[in-house]
T-cell receptor, first 111, second 115 residues
Framework: GEDVEQSLFLSVREGDSSVINCTYT??????LYWYKQEPGAGLQLLTY???NMDMKQDQRLTVLLNKKDKHLSLRIADTQTGDSAIYFC???????????WGAGTKLIIKP | NAGVTQTPKFQVLKTGQSMTLQCAQD?????MYWYRQDPGMGLRLIYY???????DKGEVPNGYNVSRLNKREFSLRLESAAPSQTSVYFC??????????????FGEGSRLTVL
């Protein structure tokens, strides 16, 4: 099938690291994306990784890609209350960059 | 920069009524998309327009029609609304040249309730 799978919820303490996981299906995907959706807002691109990369780091964000297992993860270091949001994993498909979306992981921050 | 603007932000309809969701982008993007977002299901593509003058069905097109009025505007019409169309609708756009990575730019969403 064409499913991209993610857990629906993740709860972490403020200051800890958050790790959001995603499995995808299409080994030919060119790009894999993480989008962030804050309450009442649209989605915004958080980061992406090209399929020939294993890791990408951008300040507090680390993306790991395991192509063999078709597994993508997003690590947020020193999680803050402003990181509360829904995080969507998506893979590109085809020459039109059609995206296949996961259901989203809601990140809950405990004080 | 306004980015992607959707109207209306909220709408309540009765079953059988019709309405049009409007979307406009000011980024000179070629491609535009309509998605619906339902709890626990992520985003599902309704229709997209790869360029001005073209439209194509996505994953869940039934019950919807679209019009790519010009490069800026892409509207979504519900001819006879059904309760199953209660959802949050997102318009998005994307550049398709200049080394684009496929990033989508989203509007803030239109929350539609069909009674």
């Amino acid at each position: 099938g064409e499913d991209v799978e993610q857990s629906l919820f993740l709860s972490v303490r403020e200051g800890d690291s958050s790790v959001i996981n995603c499995t995808y299906t299409d080994s030919s995907s060119t790009y894999l994306y993480w989008y962030k959706q804050e309450p009442g807002a649209g989605l915004q691109l958080l980061t992406y990784i090209f399929s020939n990369m294993d890791m990408k780091q951008d300040q507090r964000l680390t993306v790991l890609l395991n192509k063999k297992d078709k597994h993508l993860s997003l690590r947020i270091a020193d999680t803050q209350t402003g990181d509360s949001a829904i995080y969507f994993c998506a893979e590109s498909k085809g020459s039109n960059y059609q995206l296949i979306w996961g259901a989203g992981t809601k990140l809950i921050i405990k004080p | 920069n306004a980015g992607v603007t959707q109207t209306p932000k909220f709408q309540v309809l009765k079953t059988g009524q019709s309405m049009t969701l409007q979307c406009a982008q000011d980024m000179n993007h070629n491609s535009m998309y309509w998605y619906r977002q339902d709890p626990g299901m992520g985003l599902r593509l309704i229709y997209y327009s790869a360029s001005e003058g073209t439209t194509d069905k996505g994953e869940v097109p039934n019950g919807y029609n679209v019009s790519r009025l010009n490069k800026r505007e892409f509207s979504l019409r519900l001819e006879s609304a059904a309760p199953s169309q209660t959802s949050v609708y997102f318009c998005a756009s994307r550049p398709t040249s200049g080394g684009a990575t496929g990033e989508l730019f989203f509007g803030e969403g239109s929350r539609l309730t069909v009674l």
